[in-house]
């Protein structure tokens, strides 16, 4: 992706996420996001943070997507839902992109310290 499209998008990732009724969970399932991820993502992603390898040095893991400031459930479906070459346009539903959205934030919260 050229720079200007990346910093467009991630503006208005930004815009959407300091909404704060928009920053609330859709409420999908974090078990099957993961069956999802590994099923379509993992060729790119890591998607497991306990895997022992990496699927592309080139493509952030999905724990560090998770620990990303910026990370919210807003930012995550307006990710998803926008076409952003290379990756795949994979057409996840509404339901789908809730459950792998669900699945990235319980990695940051699996993740936390305490």
């Known amino acids: ?3 200007s499209s990346r910093a ?3 503006w208005g990732i930004a815009a959407l996420a300091s909404a704060p009724a928009l920053g609330q969970t859709n409420g999908g ?3 099957e996001g993961q069956r999802i991820a590994q099923t379509w993502c993992s060729n790119c992603h890591l998607t497991d943070p306990h895997a022992q390898s990496r699927a592309n040095d080139a493509t952030a893991s999905f724990l560090a997507i998770a620990n990303m400031p910026s990370t919210t459930s ?3 479906h307006a990710f998803l839902l926008t076409p952003h070459p290379p ?3 994979f057409r ?3 339901a789908q992109i809730d459950d792998v ?3 990235i ?3 940051r919260e699996a993740s936390a310290p305490g």
């Open 8 to 10: 467009r998008l991630l």
């Open 74 to 76: 807003v930012s995550l």
């Open 1 to 3: 992706m050229r720079r």
């Open 87 to 89: 990756m795949p346009d």
């Open 29 to 31: 399932d974090p078990a």
């Open 92 to 94: 996840l539903s509404r």
């Open 105 to 107: 934030l319980s990695l």
């Open 101 to 103: 959205t669900a699945y």
